[in-house]
C-alpha cells in the first residue's frame, strides 16, 4: 500500500511538540516504512511596527490544533498496532479526523493545497502580493470602519498599508496593518 495524509488533532499550541516527539519515535522504534512526514504548514509575515531594519517575523500556524502525518494503513484500513501505540502514547495527541476509529485519508486537492502551504519560502509573505498602490480598499477595523481609500503605499517591511481616505473632504493618509483591510 502506498503511504497517504492523515489529520491528528493535538493539544493547542503544541503541535511542534508533538511533531518533534513523533520524529523522534519513529526513527528510534524503525517505523518509517510505515510513517512517513509530519507536518504543522505555518506562514511567517513580517511583524507589524518594528523598524526597517529589524527584520523579524511572526510565526502563525495554519492550521492551529492539528498535525499532518504521512502513513501507510493496515489492509484492513486500520493503523497497525505499533505506529497506534506510538501516535497515541505521545504526550498531547488528541485522536485523528475519522470515524468509528478509523482514520479517513485527506483528499488529493487538500493534500495539495497543504503541501503547497507547508513548502512556502521562510523568509515571509510579502504584502506587496496581496495590495499594490491604486487597489481600492475597505478598512474592516478600527476608528476608520467602513471607509473606503486608496492604497497609497504598501510598507511590507513594517507590515503596514498606506490609505488614503477622504476626512472632511480633505484626503488624509493613515497607516494600517495589513488585515485592518481588504480589497473592495
Do not use: H
Amino acid at each position: 500500500m502506498t503511504k497517504r495524509w492523515y489529520v491528528l488533532r493535538v493539544a493547542s499550541n503544541k503541535e511542534e511538540a508533538v511533531r518533534d516527539a513523533l520524529e523522534r519515535k519513529v526513527k528510534i522504534e524503525g517505523l518509517q516504512e510505515k510513517i512517513g512526514r509530519i507536518l504543522v504548514p505555518s506562514d511567517r509575515r513580517p511583524r507589524p511596527r518594528t523598524k526597517p531594519s529589524e527584520k523579524k517575523f511572526v510565526e502563525r500556524k495554519l492550521y492551529p490544533g492539528y498535525v499532518f502525518i504521512e502513513m501507510e494503513l493496515e489492509e484492513d484500513g486500520t493503523i497497525g498496532e505499533k505506529p497506534w501505540f506510538l501516535i497515541k502514547e505521545t504526550t498531547g495527541v488528541g485522536d485523528f479526523i475519522g470515524s468509528g476509529g478509523k482514520p479517513v485519508a485527506m483528499s488529493d486537492t487538500d493534500v495539495d493545497k497543504m503541501l503547497m502551504q507547508a513548502s512556502r519560502p521562510t523568509e515571509g509573505t510579502t504584502l506587496a502580493l496581496e495590495y499594490k498602490k491604486g487597489d481600492q480598499v475597505k478598512i474592516k477595523e478600527g476608528p476608520f470602519e467602513n471607509i473606503e481609500g486608496a492604497v497609497d503605499e504598501v510598507l511590507a517591511d513594517k507590515g503596514l498599508v498606506r490609505v488614503i481616505v477622504t476626512i472632511f473632504g480633505r484626503a488624509t493618509p493613515i497607516e494600517l496593518e495589513y488585515w485592518q483591510v481588504e480589497k473592495v
